[in-house]
């Protein structure tokens, strides 16, 4: 069994000065949340764990599973099932033959809930079979405040709820997707099926601003506008959302121009080979981890930063292993956690008596 030992090494980074942090207007939503991609940490919040209806928002699980299905290029003939469909749609039909990744186009870049119900039909057979792959999806995040009943997020027969938190939770997962990543940074695509061509363009208006990555938009009378944005400003990797904001679109500009304004991006972890200072386990080894670890901080809590590694005590490894986690604290609060890799150097292995014998009789 594997013992575990343990390193902390405390980093403390002197504060060069404090500016007072600037507060982001967003009177108008209901509940919102800004979000750190990279590690997942709240930076501004309100009512963030409250069920509220999420409209088309919904619809970022829906391409996430299509996604995963690993059936994106198959194509499908769309069948009646998409009769259930109203409000807004791409506008295919019955009998129209359409690849899965174009459907995911629509789905993400018109919200249609043709589509919605399209993909579902294909990839489990019906939309309640679906709907069970959603829920058992969100167990796997986290999302603790999450019901999903449709596809689509329209609210008959009842409509999908969440919170601003497990919606962040959700896209910081898809965000993970290189496709999720293409397909909502898209602002147009065009698609030619059996029956007709289509020029799609993104609704989500942020698109406009180059910082803006990605995003997702809802609407319905029971949900009032509900909006998910992703961006890179600076060096950090960011998610807004908001349910039920009359001025959604401002809201996301004020948030992200907060995180602009009080944090910064710290380079917490790099990628050069290093040694664990007190080891002797692997005194012959160095270690490495595969990626630069970027956080926004705000430049009075660089000072609480807290580098804690874990290795264990593996007897067999090779170059290239898993040999223990670099985890990243503020505080009492762990941020992050990067997997460290070993590389075993080579080393002289002093030769027993026979074997120098055996070496010096057949000059081996």
Same mark, same amino acid.
């Given at each position: 069994?594997?013992?575990?030992?343990?390193?902390?090494?405390?980093?403390f980074i002197a504060t060069i000065f404090f500016l007072p942090t600037k507060e982001a207007s967003t009177k108008s939503a209901a509940s919102y949340i800004l979000m750190d991609e990279t590690t997942g940490r709240v930076l501004l919040s309100k009512?963030?764990?409250?069920?509220?209806?999420?409209?088309?928002?919904?619809? @970022?699980?829906? $391409?996430? !599973?299509?996604?995963?299905?690993?059936?994106?290029?198959?194509?499908?003939?769309?069948?009646?099932? @998409?009769?259930? $469909?109203?409000?807004?749609?791409?506008?295919?039909?019955?009998?129209?033959? /359409?690849?899965?990744?174009?459907?995911?186009?629509?789905?993400?870049?018109?919200?249609?809930?043709?589509?919605?119900?399209?993909?579902?039909?294909?990839?489990?057979?019906?939309?309640?079979?679906? +709907? $069970?792959?959603?829920?058992?999806? $969100?167990? *796997?995040?986290?999302?603790?405040?999450?019901?999903?009943?449709?596809?689509?997020? !329209?609210?008959?027969?009842?409509? #999908?709820?969440?919170?601003?938190? &497990?919606?962040?939770? !959700?896209?910081?997962?898809?965000?993970?997707? &290189?496709?999720?990543k293409t397909i909502v940074g898209t602002k147009k695509h065009k698609v030619t099926t059996n029956y007709k061509t289509y020029l799609w363009e993104n609704k989500n208006k942020l698109l406009r601003y180059d910082y803006i990555t990605g995003g997702?938009?809802?609407?319905?009378?029971?949900?009032?506008?509900?909006?998910?944005?992703?961006?890179?400003?600076?060096?950090? &990797?960011?998610?807004?959302?908001?349910?039920?904001?009359?001025?959604?679109?401002?809201?996301?500009?004020?948030?992200?121009?907060?995180?602009?304004?009080?944090?910064?991006?710290?380079?917490?972890?790099?990628? #050069?080979?290093?040694?664990?200072?007190?080891?002797?386990?692997?005194?012959? %080894?160095?270690?490495?981890?595969?990626?630069?670890?970027?956080?926004?901080?705000?430049?009075? *809590?660089?000072? %609480?930063? /807290?580098?804690?590694?874990?290795? *264990?005590?593996?007897?067999?490894?090779?170059?290239?292993?898993? +040999?223990?986690? #670099?985890?990243?604290?503020?505080? *009492?609060?762990?941020?992050?956690?990067?997997? /460290?890799?070993?590389?075993?150097?080579?080393?002289?292995?002093?030769?027993?008596?026979?074997?120098?014998?055996?070496?010096? !009789?057949?000059?081996?």
């Amino acid at each position: 069994m594997k013992s575990l030992f343990k390193y902390l090494i405390t980093i403390f980074i002197a504060t060069i000065f404090f500016l007072p942090t600037k507060e982001a207007s967003t009177k108008s939503a209901a509940s919102y949340i800004l979000m750190d991609e990279t590690t997942g940490r709240v930076l501004l919040s309100k009512d963030k764990d409250s069920k509220r209806l999420i409209a088309s928002i919904t619809k @970022i699980m829906t $391409a996430t !599973l299509a996604i995963e299905s690993g059936k994106l290029e198959d194509v499908i003939t769309i069948d009646d099932s @998409i009769l259930k $469909a109203y409000g807004s749609g791409i506008y295919i039909e019955i009998g129209e033959k /359409i690849q899965l990744k174009d459907l995911v186009f629509g789905l993400m870049l018109r919200s249609g809930n043709d589509a919605a119900i399209a993909i579902a039909d294909y990839i489990s057979g019906s939309e309640e079979q679906f +709907v $069970a792959l959603m829920n058992e999806k $969100a167990k *796997e995040i986290g999302m603790k405040n999450t019901t999903f009943y449709n596809a689509s997020g !329209l609210p008959t027969p009842q409509g #999908n709820y969440s919170s601003v938190y &497990d919606m962040a939770l !959700l896209t910081r997962y898809a965000m993970k997707s &290189d496709m999720y990543k293409t397909i909502v940074g898209t602002k147009k695509h065009k698609v030619t099926t059996n029956y007709k061509t289509y020029l799609w363009e993104n609704k989500n208006k942020l698109l406009r601003y180059d910082y803006i990555t990605g995003g997702k938009t809802g609407y319905t009378e029971e949900s009032g506008r509900t909006l998910v944005s992703t961006a890179s400003i600076d060096g950090m &990797d960011l998610i807004v959302v908001t349910i039920r904001d009359s001025d959604d679109w401002n809201t996301h500009l004020e948030l992200y121009d907060y995180a602009k304004e009080n944090y910064y991006s710290y380079k917490v972890l790099n990628k #050069n080979k290093f040694k664990v200072i007190g080891d002797t386990y692997y005194n012959d %080894s160095t270690f490495y981890i595969k990626n630069d670890l970027y956080i926004p901080l705000k430049k009075n *809590e660089t000072k %609480s930063l /807290i580098s804690h590694i874990v290795l *264990e005590k593996k007897k067999n490894y090779n170059t290239g292993d898993k +040999v223990g986690i #670099n985890e990243i604290y503020l505080g *009492e609060n762990l941020l992050f956690s990067e997997d /460290i890799y070993i590389i075993k150097n080579n080393t002289h292995t002093q030769k027993s008596f026979f074997e120098r014998i055996k070496a010096w !009789l057949f000059n081996d």
